[in-house]
């Protein structure tokens, strides 16, 4: 009789856990009209970021949001302390950190002064969904993109590695990217895509 009850108690607990996995299943309903990452104009983005230059190397938890060329970030500690904060577009930026607010229309410009990180801003706003308008080196199997070469300006180019992708519904969007610019390397890892196009 033991051994049937502590069946019982094995099959109702590996149900509880089953039940609460599908439970907290992301809703992807919201993805049923896109099949193209180009059809993706809002979203929230939750991830890590690593920015490794000749003298040091930080990493931040990341937050972003994105509606149409409009975006905002959030960088924090692991253990939850906003560092800086930075919303803009292609033609201003502003920033807020160290418990003081900066603005400019050099965005690049200022992230680099303010933050010390050389990152092409608006340009990876399309990376991280896997959208470039550069030169593919080399694929992954399935034939999507695995190493891209991308001139952000005449004297600046980017080398884009799109580690890995995940599958959401029917489209594919990257899941970890390193993007490298001289010695400037940039590492995204996308944890969780949320709110698309919403």
């Known amino acids: 009789m033991k051994a049937l009850t502590d069946i019982k108690?094995?099959?109702?607990?590996i149900f509880i856990i089953l039940s609460s996995g599908c439970s907290i299943t992301p809703d992807l309903s919201q993805l049923d009209d896109i099949s193209h990452p180009k059809q993706i104009v809002n979203f929230q983005m939750l991830g890590k970021i690593?920015?490794?230059t000749p003298y040091e190397t930080k990493s931040a938890s990341l937050f972003w949001r994105q509606n149409n060329s409009n975006y905002h970030l959030q960088l924090s500690t692991y253990l939850g302390i906003q560092v800086a904060e930075i919303s803009g577009n292609k033609h201003k930026?502003?920033?807020s950190a160290d418990g003081e607010k900066?603005?400019?229309n050099d965005p690049e410009g200022l992230i680099l002064s303010k933050i010390g990180w050389q990152i092409p801003i608006a340009d990876l706003s399309n990376w991280i969904k896997g959208l470039h308008k550069g030169v593919v080196i080399s694929k992954h199997p399935d034939g999507s993109a695995k190493k891209v070469l991308i001139r952000t300006s005449p004297t600046q180019e980017w080398v884009v590695d799109y580690l890995s992708y995940e599958k959401l519904h029917k489209v594919k969007l990257p899941s970890k990217i390193k993007c490298k610019h001289l010695d400037n390397t940039i590492i995204l890892q996308i944890n969780e895509w949320k709110n698309i196009n919403q």
Not at 9 to 13: K, P, Q, R
């Open 93 to 95: 930026i502003k920033i």
């Open 102 to 104: 900066y603005q400019s």
């Open 9 to 13: 108690l094995i099959t109702l607990l």
């Open 50 to 52: 690593a920015v490794k």
